[in-house]
């Protein structure tokens, strides 16, 4: 037998350096230099195109978290003010909701401009300054009311077409029809621009206030408070039902026909589009349970449903990669089953399991579809104190301020882009950190 | 020598026996520390082993979260809003102003669309189903058939205005100047040539009138999900389609048929949906001049900078030529009050009424008039103020 073998070998023997052979290692060291090739352009065309969203949302967002403001000395009437009651910060606020701090601003622009008389000139100039001006004076009187019947200067928010104007989106040079800044404006804010009253700062405001339909009081507070509250509630479900289905199914389940559909049907589930469970939320949800439209507790219920199929295949996935030699040393010693997988299987696989449900509910925390369908697309200016309050979510935030016409949110939802960007990258960040740090090698 | 090799050959045994030690005495402190009271109380109950108690531990936890989410559900205090996404921003700018200037809390506006919004509107009468909705067009018989089926009877109808659906261009090019019947034949599916119906033959806007300038039909709009679709349509295509006395002729048949002609858009790539999208199509149309893009009034009037409206039949969409109604392609807009709700289930109607058609808001200065609503002339402004005050249905 063997001899037989070793002759065929011999009378097979191949001439290697025959141009027939070398046209074929040469095709072979082609076909993989092309393969090659095609896999680096693939993967520079992935690199160019991510590099273009990101830059143009930088561009764009940037100038988003600066604003301007515009210096203005505020003669604090007495008159209009009338005597600080004795109050707390809050019982101020109250009582100074209730004066027109509009008529404060306008006495002090007609100080300063002495020639504007008209009322649509005196209209025009208190254009240029935002609704959120007043609001800065009450602030000043709130912190020292000691300065009522002063003159105070006071750094006022301007507004977003002034805004636009100052950061160059809005051109000088442009007809004066065509914008919608005067040229009685621009000279308003040239004189501003020649004493150095007109600052840009970093626009705190973006982060402490709710939608607004001012570009310039838009904040995305609301929002990130409401998908916070959402990706609680999503946790708080998905989790423990997702760990426990894959526990389950990983170590006690018996594997039969029922247990293979069950698996079948969860890698399905995971493929299944999002706005499908948007549908399903509202039907159960809204419609049998009797939930409040908005809520974050049904969006998480339903980005919970997202969620649960993504959670339960990488907790598998987790829970299959710890060694057997463990599991039997744990049985060895004389673990009972359950001891087994709670004292040494799940802790082994927490780090797998928890970059899993991070990536999960990083997922969720971009979804939009579904909170379509159950009203979470909604303008809401409060920022909600609990999950049954009507509230809304980052990407609604950045989907609604992109429908908008005004110029100035287009600076917004790049910024806002940006800030969901960041939540991003930071919980991916964390299941980067938690599996370098606690996962275990063999 | 045996020694060094054991470890070589066995590490992770070792390693695995140090780890299995640690952990149990890793969780023997957290036990200790974290739950010793509870466990106590639940030795007791339970005397099972020490990861039942936790899963027990967590399972009440969650129940307990569970409960007290529960008990939180109370009365509604803020105004609910749905409704159509052309009404939203007017209805979303009078809600801050609301929230801002009363002390009642900020209603919340959610952008359904206007069938959407009418539906939510007629489910019912109670704390789950919406106060108010906007709408782009006037509520459907069918519609008012469903709301009164759910209990809805009383409705207030309020009329805030005029929205022009405007056909622009990038200030690069040249303004053009529409017929509505040049707006059907280029944008129609099929169209009346030599007194037959053909398919749509035309590629260019001279073909189709030859004052217009030789270049190619591209025209970006709204897909068919879109009320600003449905209006342009109506008022637009089917303006241009009726001026034919063929179409007339179909029209006095078969009524469908008139309807089909008159208002489907060709699918040949001229028509060009562009998304929901306002702002998308008018950085289109910023990107290429030729295109002509189709949108509402108020994107114009926020980037008329960059792009201009074109003439249609002799009238340019201005703020005065569609306020009155010389500008042909605009609509009204309205929004429903659910008159059962008023002071019953959410305080604050009554005032986000009178602040929604207070001189402030709707004035000639007013905000909304700003944010491009185009209000509604002074004797029908009358008429609307005096259904809100006396809260008056409609029949």
Not at chain 1, 90 to 109: C, E, P, R, V
Not at chain 1, 212 to 235: D, I, K, M, N, W
Not at chain 1, 254 to 282: H, M, Q
Not at chain 2, 205 to 230: A, F, M, Q, Y
Request: aromatic share 8%.
């Amino acid at each position: 037998m063997t001899d037989i073998q070793e002759t065929d070998i011999v009378s097979r023997r191949v001439n290697w350096h025959s141009k027939s052979q070398k046209d074929r290692l040469e095709s072979r060291y082609r076909k993989e230099k092309i393969f090659k090739a095609l896999a680096v352009s693939s993967l520079s065309i992935a690199i160019v195109a991510l590099l273009v969203v990101l830059v143009s949302i930088l561009t764009t967002g940037i100038s988003g978290f600066k604003e301007t403001r515009i210096e203005l000395d505020i003669y604090l009437d007495r008159d209009i003010v009338g005597e600080v009651p004795n109050l707390d910060a809050a019982g101020l606020k109250d009582h100074y909701a209730t004066i027109n701090i509009n008529s404060l601003l306008i006495k002090s622009l007609q100080k300063k401009f002495p020639e504007v008389s008209s009322r649509r000139d005196v209209f025009s100039l208190l254009k240029l300054f935002s609704v959120g001006a007043q609001s800065d004076i009450r602030d000043t009187l709130i912190a020292d009311p000691d300065l009522v019947g002063k003159t105070h200067t006071i750094s006022l928010l301007s507004s977003s077409i002034v805004d636009m104007f100052i950061k160059g989106k809005i051109l000088r040079d442009v007809e004066e029809n065509n914008r919608k800044i005067s040229d009685q404006q621009i000279a308003w804010l040239d004189q501003f621009e020649l004493e150095g009253k007109i600052s840009q700062n970093f626009n705190w405001t973006f982060f402490t206030n709710g939608d607004s339909r001012e570009p310039e009081l838009a904040g995305v507070r609301s929002a990130t408070v409401g998908s916070l509250l959402t990706l609680f509630v999503t946790f708080i479900i998905s989790f423990p039902i997702g760990v426990g289905t894959a526990i389950y199914l990983e170590e006690f389940a018996p594997k039969n026909r029922y247990t293979d559909l069950i698996e079948i049907n969860i890698n399905n589930l995971a493929a299944v589009p999002s706005i499908i469970f948007g549908l399903l939320g509202l039907a159960i949800f809204i419609g049998f349970v009797g939930l409040p439209r908005s809520a974050p507790l049904v969006g998480g219920l339903t980005l919970a449903l997202m969620t649960l199929p993504t959670i339960i295949i990488t907790a598998r996935a987790a829970i299959k990669a710890v060694p057997p030699s463990i599991k039997e040393a744990a049985i060895g010693l004389g673990a009972s089953h359950m001891q087994m997988v709670f004292h040494h299987v799940l802790p082994l696989s927490m780090p797998g399991i928890l970059t899993g449900s991070i990536i999960g509910m990083a997922q969720a925390l971009g979804e939009t579809a579904p909170l379509l369908m159950i009203g979470m697309v909604a303008f809401i200016v409060d920022t909600p104190g609990g999950i049954m309050e009507a509230s809304t979510a980052l990407p609604v935030q950045v989907y609604l301020w992109a429908d908008s016409p005004e110029r100035g949110f287009l600076e917004k939802t790049s910024a806002a882009i940006m800030v969901l960007l960041l939540f991003l990258i930071v919980m991916n960040g964390l299941a980067i950190w938690m599996r370098q740090k606690f996962e275990k090698k063999w | 020598m045996t020694v060094t090799k054991h470890s070589q050959i066995c590490p992770i045994t070792v390693t695995n026996r140090d780890y299995i030690f640690h952990m149990n005495r890793k969780q023997e402190t957290k036990e200790n520390k974290e739950i010793a009271s509870l466990k106590l109380k639940l030795i007791n109950l339970i005397g099972e082993n020490y990861m039942y108690k936790k899963t027990t531990i967590t399972l009440m936890g969650i129940g307990m979260i569970g409960m007290s989410l529960i008990s939180t559900a109370e009365a509604r205090d803020q105004i609910r809003i749905v409704g159509s996404s052309t009404v939203f921003p007017f209805s979303t700018a009078v809600a801050e102003e609301f929230g801002r200037s009363t002390s009642f809390k900020t209603p919340v506006v959610e952008s359904t669309g206007s069938g959407g919004g009418l539906k939510l509107f007629c489910a019912g009468v109670g704390e789950s189903h919406p106060d108010i909705t906007n709408a782009s067009r006037a509520i459907k018989g069918s519609e008012v058939e469903l709301c009164a089926k759910n209990g809805v009877s009383d409705i207030i109808e309020i009329k805030v205005g005029y929205d022009g659906i405007v056909l622009a261009n990038s200030k690069k090019a040249q303004q053009m100047d529409f017929k509505l019947r040049d707006i059907w034949l280029a944008l129609a599916k099929d169209v009346v040539l030599d007194g037959k119906i053909v398919p749509n033959p035309y590629s260019t806007w001279n073909e189709v009138n030859p004052e217009l300038p030789n270049k190619k039909i591209e025209v970006l709009g709204p897909p068919p999900t879109s009320g600003t679709r449905d209006a342009f349509a109506e008022l637009a295509l089917e303006g241009g389609c009726k001026k034919f006395p063929e179409i007339n002729a179909i029209k006095a048949e078969n009524k469908d048929q008139y309807t089909a002609l008159c208002h489907t858009i060709r699918e040949d790539g001229a028509y060009i949906e562009a998304g929901e999208n306002d702002n998308l199509i008018v950085g289109k149309l910023q990107a290429n001049p030729n295109a002509i893009g189709v949108f509402g009034y108020s994107f114009l009037e926020e980037n008329n900078d960059v792009i201009q409206g074109s003439v249609v039949e002799g009238s340019l969409p201005t703020f005065e030529n569609i306020a009155e109604k010389t500008y042909k392609v605009s609509r009204s807009l309205f929004f429903y009050v659910k008159k059962a709700h008023i002071n019953t289930v959410v305080p604050g109607i009554e005032e986000y009424l009178g602040e929604f058609l207070s001189d402030k808001a709707m004035g000639d200065f007013g905000y909304l008039a700003e944010k491009g609503l185009i209000p509604l002339p002074g004797g029908e402004l009358r008429e609307i103020q005096n259904t809100a005050t006396n809260l008056i249905a409609m029949q």
